[in-house]
Every structure is written in C-alpha cells, then in structure tokens.
C-alpha cells in the first residue's frame, strides 16, 4: 500500500492544459503553510466524453511537476472506476477510486449476510463511540437490512481491487479509495461503521471513503441543505472512522474524502473546524471547477475568446438534456433561470464572468448558468483544436483564474 498524504486535494484536467496553473495553487499554498498533496482525478466517463486517455493526464501532470520543480509528494487517481473501466487506468494511476455506489442495493447472498451478521455481534446493541455524544443503537434488523444493501457493493470493492493488484504484477503501491457518493440517498454514520467492517472483512486496504452526505453536493455551485444536520453527520463520520480503524484494524492514515467538493463555500468552515478539532486528514475532490476556470479565462480575455465562450455556452443549452443526462444525481438547474443563447451574445467580458464567476455577492451571479456550462465541456472537446489553442493563446488568463480559483476559494478556506 502506497500510504496516503494526510491532506489531498483533487484537481481535474480535463483538457490536460492546466495542470501548471493548479500546481502553482498548490506551491503558493505551501508558501502559506498549507501542506496538501496534488491528486490529479478524471474519471472514466470524462475520459469517454473527452475522447482522452488517463496516460495523457499523466503525462500533463508529470510535466508541471518538472517543469515547477514541485519535489513533494503527487498522485494520479483512476476517478470513479469499475471492473470493466478500470484496465487502461492501471499502469499510469496510483491511486483508485473503486466506484460501487451502482452495486448498492443490490442483496449479497444469504450466506454472505448470515456471515457478517454472526461475525460482528460488536454492531448489534448499544454502540458507542468516542466523539459521539449519544451512542448509536443498532438492531440486528439494521444490521442485516445494512448488510443486504451495502455488503454485495463491498465485495465488488474487493474484486476490483485484487485485480487492480493483479493487473500491478501483484503489488499493491497505491491508495485506495471506495465511492458510494453517486447515488440516491446518504449513507447515516450508523451505515458507515457497518460498511467500513465490512471493507475490512474484505480485506481492503481503503485510506479513503467518499459517502454521499446529507443534503445536494450540485457540482460547481454551493452546498444545499441543512448545515447544522450536515455539521453533525460530518463530525459523526470522523468518530466512526477512527473508530473503524482501531476496531477493525483498517489502515491508520483512513480519511473522508468530499466527491464534487469544489465550491462547497458554506461547509468549508465546519470542515476546517472539524478536522481542527480531531487532527483528521481530508481529501477532496475538485474537478469541472477548474474548466470552468478556463471559459471564465476566455470570456476575460474578450475577443475571439468572449466569443467562443458565447459560442460554447449556446451549443449547451441546445444540447441541454443529452449533457444533463449522465450528471442527473449531482445538478440541480432551473431552466426558467437560464438565459438564452441571444441574451448571451450580446453580453462583455463583464457581464458572462460575472455570471458564471462562483461570487455568490455579485447580483449577476448565476449558479443555473454554472451548472449548465459545468457539464458543457464535451461541446468544447467537439471544437478540438479550437478550445485548445484558444487555451494556449489565453494561457496566462486562463492560468490566473485557475490558480486563484484553487488557492483563494478553495485552499485557503478549507485550510488556512
Ligand atoms: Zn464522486
């Protein structure tokens, strides 16, 4: 097992021209004091809506840390993977995310669950945990409704990730990580201590676990939901993960990891407060933030810039359902909200990024706008060379943006 820093941040590239301007968030963040490690995430489906492979993002990443002279520590996670994705991910990443939010609720065999239930009789009754007030009380009934819901999706997590080991020539130097954030209902810290035994059962080496959480995580726009039942929960989940570790021998260094965790602005200070408080690592997940970024570069830049940036925002609106569709779980967009492609054309520089700028005290702000741009990018891959020299000709626009994006936004509220 590759041991996993204590503080990771997840940075996407989907276009792999960015990853100089993020790892300069991260060097002027450790100018700051602020020690987290670069973990460069895309998964399979950005791939497929790209058109790129995961060596390319290798080899982005690979090269900003040359060329910045970044000497610490940096990963490259296989985002969101399964059995069947997980193959050309294997030789360039070393960290995977083993995604079985898919398998959930889908029944383990009888044997499996009778199994679990026996071995454990340490989840069933009045269980309490160190830093939670009122401990849990579970029944053997939750125990075997969790088991039945979430054991099969844990031994998927096993499979993937022996062949993952197999696939390596049988040595495990990577961090693992197991998603179940893509789905319907949050996971309560209760199903979390039972899901955790049993990752451990299956013999999973895990560091980190992404568990849906109470309340919307809509990409690129704040969090929606009740920040005081999300306060509690977060802390909740610590405790159940320290304890998991001591109870089940998982490996020390296991932490939370926030999936879509960009832009989550109102949350950050119960995050930096709890991890404050119990010394606990964090990893999270950023991605489409930072192409987001890029278009606001474009649009600053006025010119062909402002143009193509008009012009990308007109295709997602037409093409609105079709790129909805594989996001549906994690955007929330009112149609009435969104200007229309005419309105648009006629706006400055001023007028787009200040719509689609995460400033939530700008009146023009527009998180509908956001979200939909935010999963507009394969109409940029569809311009091909177009987006991508117009990246190269506005790099040092583009790059301003990004960095500040990560550093002011992001790292220096969540860590700072
Ligand atoms: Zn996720």
């Known amino acids: 097992m590759k041991t996993c820093p204590k503080f990771t941040f997840g940075v996407g590239d989907r276009f792999a021209h960015g990853a100089h301007a993020q790892l300069t968030a991260f060097i002027e963040a450790k100018k700051l004091g602020i020690d987290i490690v670069p973990v460069w995430n895309k998964s399979n489906r950005e791939h497929n809506i790209i058109g790129s492979e995961p060596s390319q993002t290798r080899a982005a990443a690979d090269k900003a840390v040359a060329d910045l002279g970044w000497t610490g520590d940096y990963l490259l996670d296989a985002d969101h993977i399964n059995l069947t994705t997980v193959d050309r991910f294997v030789a360039p990443c070393d960290f995977f995310t083993l995604d079985v939010a898919d398998d959930i609720g889908e029944a383990a065999t009888a044997e499996d669950v009778a199994a679990f239930i026996a071995k454990h009789p340490e989840l069933i009754g009045t269980v309490s945990i160190e830093g939670i007030d009122r401990p849990f009380e579970i029944t053997q009934a939750d125990v075997e409704k969790a088991a039945n819901k979430f054991l099969k999706a844990t031994q998927k997590a096993a499979a993937i990730y022996q062949h993952i080991v197999a696939a390596k020539g049988g040595v495990d130097e990577f961090v693992t990580e197991v998603s179940m954030d893509e789905t319907d209902s949050?996971?309560?810290?209760?199903?979390?201590?039972?899901?955790l035994a049993a990752i451990a059962d299956q013999g999973i080496p895990i560091q980190t676990i992404a568990p849906k959480f109470t309340g919307r995580f809509n990409k690129g726009v704040d969090y929606v939901g009740d920040l005081k039942q999300f306060e509690t929960e977060f802390n909740d989940d610590l405790a159940v993960i320290a304890h998991a570790v001591k109870t089940y021998g998982l490996p020390a260094t296991l932490k939370l990891s926030v999936h879509s965790g960009s832009d989550k602005f109102s949350i950050y200070p119960i995050i930096k407060q709890a991890l404050r408080r119990t010394g606990a690592g964090l990893h999270v997940k950023t991605a489409g933030t930072n192409w987001l970024e890029e278009i606001i570069g474009l649009a600053e830049a006025g010119g062909s810039g402002l143009d193509l940036a008009k012009q990308i925002y007109a295709k997602s609106l037409e093409k609105k359902a079709a790129l909805c569709e594989p996001y549906a779980t994690v955007i929330d967009i009112r149609d009435e909200k969104l200007p229309t492609?005419?309105?648009?054309?006629?706006?400055?520089?001023?007028?787009?990024?200040?719509?689609?700028?995460?400033d939530q005290a700008n009146p023009g702000y527009n998180a509908d706008l956001r979200q939909l741009l935010h999963v507009g990018f394969k109409v940029a891959a569809q311009l091909g060379d177009t987006y991508l020299n117009a990246l190269v000709e506005n790099r040092e626009v583009v790059s301003k943006n990004v960095t500040g994006n990560l550093l002011e936004r992001h790292m220096k509220p969540l860590f700072l």
Do not use: C, D, Y
Not at 186 to 195: D, G, H, K, N, R
Not at 343 to 351: A, F, H, I, L
């Open 341 to 358: 492609a005419e309105e648009v054309n006629g706006w400055t520089s001023e007028q787009f990024t200040s719509a689609l700028r995460h």
């Open 186 to 195: 949050p996971q309560t810290p209760p199903e979390l201590l039972i899901i």
